[in-house]
């Protein structure tokens, strides 16, 4: 509500702006908040989202899968799937790392890159954002033997021809 063309035409006099949104479930991406983000591309700011991964809320592969092609079509940028964090009060709301690698597994192949946020977690400490991936290099040698989305072992050979 508070994204008002007065707010973005205020806000495109300041560029370069990157907004980051955060956007849990697909059912937050309602006819208003599109509207927001729509003022705010249409001012020429890039939109990402920042996701956390939440325990009975968004846990599942298809339930992200919908949120990033829903993010994509406000033109807002999946940005970050973040592992929650170390807070008191919001363990019951944790998952598994192994849940939100698995979903990240779920997305590539199967949805655009621009589509695929990057799975992390905020280092407690103040140690910083560490990625977290599935594993898909199996081997590293004369070639690159790895598996792709579908796990099926691929290899690449490399070469110290520089083409």
Known sequence: MRITAELTAIL??????????????????TAAAAAACTRLADAGIPLGSQT??????????????????????????????????????????????????????GLYGHLSGMAVPTFAL???????KIP???QYVLEHGASLVFANYRGETCTYPESGDPC
């Open 12 to 29: 495109k006099k300041y560029h370069p702006l990157y907004i980051n949104t955060h956007f849990n479930h697909p059912a937050e991406v």
């Open 122 to 128: 905020d280092a407690p400490g103040g140690k910083g």
């Open 52 to 105: 956390v991964l939440l325990r009975g809320v968004n846990d599942d592969v298809e339930t992200i899968r919908t949120l990033m092609r829903a993010l994509l079509r406000i033109r807002v940028k999946p940005y970050y799937l973040f592992q929650a964090d170390l807070t008191r009060g919001t363990n019951h709301f944790r998952t598994p790392v192994r849940t939100g690698i698995e979903i990240m597994r």
């Open 132 to 134: 977290l991936t599935p």
